[in-house]
């Protein structure tokens, strides 16, 4: 079935400065990929998602990109700001089921 | 307004005990799931509905059941079989098989002693 990789477990950034979440999966029929975030005590929210027709889609200050080739995707997060500071889940459709990873918590420093 | 709601927000239990997390929709949302969270594993799936009357086990289903018996309601037993059942459980749902976007609630943090 489906795993889903994804660095760093902890990511602390300047604000302003940009941050950059890592994600590899394992099965290559795969072909839709959402990021979530999670602020504390509350459930996660989809910000971006993308599928495999594409390489990359922005959202303002986010944007995913994706290389189906080496099977893995990344969420950059540009211009940081204290908002940002959550947990952040990407994800991979296997098995008509959504397979999580364990999640980055981004810590955005004044 | 429209969303899913899970109540009770936080819920104690005595071990040995079963209860029941609830779980509405008023998205018209045809799929329903169940996630388990824990500290560093991120999100695993307990039981996910696809229509009403029909539910499947996800990867870590021992010790829960479900039901389905209206499409806006999917609630969640948690019974004394599951060995360690204190955590976050998080209710999603989403269109159904044309879109695999989730929509999540705000979610129970269940306790155990």
């Known amino acids: 079935g489906e795993n889903v990789e994804q660095h760093p477990s902890t990511l602390s950034v300047q604000e302003g400065d940009s941050a950059v979440i890592k994600c590899t999966y394992s099965?290559?029929?795969?072909?839709?990929f959402p990021w979530y975030k999670q602020e504390l005590g509350k459930g996660p929210q989809l910000i971006i998602d993308i599928r495999s027709n594409v390489g990359e889609k922005k959202d303002q200050r986010i944007a995913v990109t994706l290389n189906k080739t080496a099977k893995h995707f990344s969420l950059h997060i540009t211009e940081t700001q204290p908002e940002d500071s959550a947990v952040y889940f990407c994800?991979?459709?296997?098995?008509?089921?959504?397979?999580f990873g364990k999640g980055t918590r981004l810590h955005i420093l004044p | 307004d429209g969303g899913i709601t899970q109540s009770p927000k936080y819920l104690f239990r005595k071990e040995g005990q079963n209860v029941t997390l609830s779980c509405e929709q008023n998205l018209n949302h045809d799929a329903m799931y169940w996630y388990r969270q824990d500290p560093g594993q991120g999100l695993r799936l307990i039981y996910y509905s696809q229509i009403v009357n029909d539910f499947q086990k996800g990867d870590i289903a021992e010790g829960y059941s479900v039901s389905r018996e209206k499409k806006e309601s999917f609630p969640l037993t948690v019974t004394s079989a599951q060995k360690n059942p204190t955590a976050f459980y998080l209710c999603?749902?989403?269109?159904?098989?044309?879109?695999?976007?989730?929509?999540f609630g705000p979610g129970t943090r269940l306790t155990v002693t």
């Open positions: 099965d290559s029929a795969s072909n839709y």
């Open positions: 994800a991979a459709l296997g098995d008509d089921k959504i397979i």
């Open positions: 999603a749902s989403s269109i159904g098989r044309s879109s695999y976007e989730q929509y």
